[in-house]
């Protein structure tokens, strides 16, 4: 029998689950031994509010240009406990593993999360593991929920964005949709194309510390790209807002991939971008704070926010024409998160 293999009975609940938690997955994404094992962590409670969110990864495929399905899981469920403006603490992960799946692979994907976990300064607290069968999964699912704590008074969210906003992006769109692509269709591409996963706590603390109440909305656009989530902004916020097209940052590389493919990397997934709406005032100096870090070298303004119609987004075009911007209707790139 091939022991790298994943059986049924490792989900069972009995030997097999107990040797494949205490033997790989629990040593490695959190440490806590078996006598401090229970049916749920208890954790220090901290005063203030509590952010608190929950994602599922299904990316395929599970190891791609820039990552892993296992680095991608925790940066994506740190950066929306960022994006609230809040301290990530704690993580819980539920791995959905198919029958026959590779330990060895499974080993190099937690190893992943836990790296990526200890990089964030957050600690997986809980978890749990379900094997299904054969053809019943695709390889691994990941779920992860994540608590954080808000240790400032401030408003930072969708509906505070407010006329007169510049929105400051940290870096070049588009690079993680199209890196998966590449990597899912073995597309031959001159340059190397990677993700940009990664987790934005730092960087938001950086941010906030620099500007503080100027800081009014974070968001990460994710799937759906950065036309989707500026949309979901104007909405909530019942503002307009106006992109300038030649501002936003964009790979050659991944620019090209986009025009073969026929896609917008506009509505491109990015999982290690923010969009940051500020005032004025502050505008130079959070793009300044953004640039001195590893995540944010391109940061750039790309738009504005206006007192036109609630909810309208436009693009100044290069040429210097306006064109409309709405959300991504359908899906463009399934399985990219
Ligand atoms: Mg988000």
């Given amino acids: 029998m091939n022991n790298d293999l994943i059986l049924l009975g490792h989900g069972s609940g009995g030997r097999l689950s107990h040797q494949l938690l205490d033997e790989l997955i629990i040593p490695i994404v959190s440490g806590i031994p078996s006598a401090g094992q229970n049916d749920a962590a208890l954790l220090d409670n901290f005063p203030g509010r509590i952010a608190y969110t929950t ?7 599970i190891f791609f240009p820039g990552g892993t399905i296992g680095s991608l899981a925790v940066h994506g ?8 403006g809040a301290r990530p603490v704690w993580l819980s992960v539920g791995l959905i ?34 094997v299904v069968p054969r053809g019943k999964a695709d390889k691994l699912f990941i779920t992860t929920s994540g608590v954080g704590a808000v240790e400032h008074t401030l408003q930072i969210h969708g509906a505070n964005a407010q006329p007169g906003d510049v929105i400051i992006i940290n870096g070049t769109i588009g690079d993680h949709g199209i890196a998966v692509m590449v990597g899912r ?4 591409v001159s340059t190397e194309i990677t993700s940009d996963s990664a987790s934005l706590n730092g960087l938001v603390a950086a941010l906030i510390a620099e500007v503080g109440t100027a800081l009014h909305v974070l968001r990460d656009p994710t799937r759906g790209g950065v ?48 969009l940051a709406f500020v005032s004025p005032t502050a505008a130079d100096a959070a793009l300044a704070t953004l640039r001195r870090h590893s995540l944010g070298i391109n940061a750039a303004v790309i738009g504005t926010v206006g007192t036109g119609p609630a909810g309208r987004v436009q693009m100044e075009t290069v040429i210097g024409g306006m064109r409309s911007v709405d959300m991504l209707s359908g899906e463009q790139l399934p399985r990219i998160c």
């Fill in 77 to 84: 469920t740190v950066n929306d406990l960022a994006m609230m």
């Fill in 227 to 274: 036309a989707t989530t500026i949309k979901e902004i104007a909405q909530q916020s019942g503002v307009s807002i106006t992109l300038q097209e030649a501002a936003l940052p964009v790979k050659p590389a991944v620019l090209g991939v986009c025009s073969i493919l026929g896609l917008d990397p506009l509505f491109v997934a990015n999982e290690g971008k923010l």
């Fill in 97 to 130: 593993i198919e029958e026959g799946f590779s330990k060895a692979d499974l080993r190099t994907i937690l190893e992943d999360m836990r790296s990526a976990a200890d990089t964030a300064g957050v600690a997986i607290v809980t978890g749990d593991t379900k």
């Fill in 185 to 188: 269709e073995g597309l031959q």
């Fill in 55 to 61: 994602d599922s990864f299904v990316v395929d495929p």
